[in-house]
C-alpha cells in the first residue's frame, strides 16, 4: 500500500507541471493591463515609472522567463506575491482554504444523504410512479445551475421559511459551530443539490445491475431476509463505482465552489480567485487553481485506496 500511495503521489508531477502551463498561459492570455488594472484611472504614472513597476514585478520579461521564474517559486514552495496586496499568495490562500474545504464536505455530506436512499429506493422499485418520479426528479436536479438555485434559495428561504442567516457573515466552525452551520447551510444545499441528482443515478443503474448478478439470486434463493441480501450482498458490491464518481465529484466540488462562495460572499478560494481574476492579478489566480489541481489529485488518491476497503478483492503489492 505504501508502494502504491508513493508512486500514485509521484505521478502527480507530470499533472501539476501541465497545469501550471495551462494556467500561466491562460491568465496571460486575457486581455487587459495588469499593472493598469492595479493603478486604475486615477493614478497618471510617466512611461519610465510604468517600466520600472514592471520591472519591480518582473512583467517585462518574456512569458518563457516569467514561467521559469515562477515554477523556481514553486520548487521553494512560494507563490508569489499579490500584484494587488504585495502580500504573499501562499497564506492567503490558507487562510481561504478552510472555507472552501467546508464547503466542499457539507456540499458531499448533503449530496449523499440525499442520493443513497433515493437511489436505493428507486432501484428496489423499478418501473413504478415513485422510481419515475425519483428519475424525473434526478433531471431535474441536473438541469438547475448551483448558482440560480442559490440566488433562488436567497431571495425565497431566508426570514420567510427558515431561520437562516445568510449572505455576507461567516463565523468559523471552531468559534460557534451552530452559527457556522446556519451559514454554511444554503451554500452546501446548493452545490449539493446537483451533485446528489449525478450521485443518484449511479447509485440507481449500479444496483440494478448488481441486484441482476447469480449471487444475489443465490442468496435469496437461501432464504436470506430482503434487507439482509440488499446491504450484505448488493448494495456494497454497487458503491464500488459510485465511490469513483463520488471522488471526481469532490474535485469538482472545489472548483464549484467559486461562484457559490460570490453569491454567497463566503471568504473562500473561490472569492478570492473571482476577485483575482477580475484585476489580473496573476500570481493569485495561478495559486489557487494550482491547490485546487492538487486537491483534486489528491482526492482520486484517497479514492483509489478506499476501494481497497470496500472492494476485498482489490489489493495493492
Do not use: C
Not at 520600472?52 to 518563457?64: A, I, M, S, T, V
Not at 467559486?258 to 472569492?271: C, N, S, T
Amino acid at each position: 500500500m505504501t508502494g502504491f500511495i508513493a508512486t500514485r503521489l509521484l505521478t502527480m508531477l507530470p499533472v501539476l507541471w501541465g497545469v501550471s502551463i495551462v494556467v500561466f498561459l491562460l491568465i496571460h492570455l486575457i486581455p487587459g493591463d495588469a499593472l493598469q488594472m492595479f493603478l486604475g484611472t486615477q493614478v497618471a504614472l510617466t512611461s519610465a515609472q510604468m517600466e520600472e513597476l514592471r520591472r519591480l514585478f518582473g512583467l517585462n520579461k518574456p512569458l518563457p522567463l516569467q514561467y521559469i521564474d515562477w515554477i523556481g517559486q514553486l520548487v521553494r514552495g512560494d507563490l508569489g506575491v499579490s500584484l494587488r496586496t504585495s502580500r504573499p499568495v501562499l497564506p492567503d490562500i490558507l487562510a481561504r482554504l478552510p472555507v472552501s474545504a467546508e464547503l466542499t464536505v457539507l456540499a458531499l455530506l448533503v449530496s449523499l444523504a440525499i442520493a443513497l436512499p433515493v437511489g436505493v429506493l428507486s432501484a428496489l422499485r423499478r418501473g413504478t410512479a415513485s422510481d419515475a418520479a425519483i428519475r424525473v426528479g434526478g433531471l431535474i436536479g441536473l438541469s438547475i445551475p448551483n448558482f440560480w438555485l442559490a440566488t433562488m434559495l436567497l431571495l425565497f428561504l431566508p426570514g420567510r421559511i427558515l431561520p437562516i442567516a445568510s449572505i455576507g457573515i461567516y463565523v468559523r466552525f471552531f468559534t460557534n459551530p451552530i452559527a457556522n452551520l446556519t451559514v454554511m447551510v444554503l451554500p452546501a444545499f446548493s452545490l449539493g443539490v446537483v451533485l446528489a441528482a449525478v450521485i443518484m443515478r449511479f447509485v440507481r443503474s449500479s444496483l440494478l445491475e448488481v441486484l441482476g448478478q447469480d449471487y444475489v439470486r443465490t442468496a435469496r434463493a437461501k432464504g436470506l431476509r430482503e434487507r439482509w441480501v440488499i446491504n450484505r450482498h448488493a448494495l456494497r458490491n454497487a458503491l464500488i463505482p459510485v465511490i469513483t464518481v463520488i471522488g471526481f465529484q469532490a474535485g469538482y466540488l472545489l472548483g464549484g465552489t467559486v461562484v457559490i462562495e460570490d453569491v454567497f460572499a463566503l471568504p473562500g478560494m473561490g472569492r478570492l480567485a473571482l476577485n483575482a481574476i477580475a484585476q489580473r492579478d496573476y500570481p493569485v489566480v495561478q495559486g489557487v487553481v494550482l491547490v485546487i489541481a492538487l486537491l483534486f489529485v489528491l482526492s482520486n488518491i484517497v479514492v483509489d485506496v478506499l476501494y481497497a476497503y470496500v472492494d476485498p478483492r482489490v489489493r495493492y503489492g
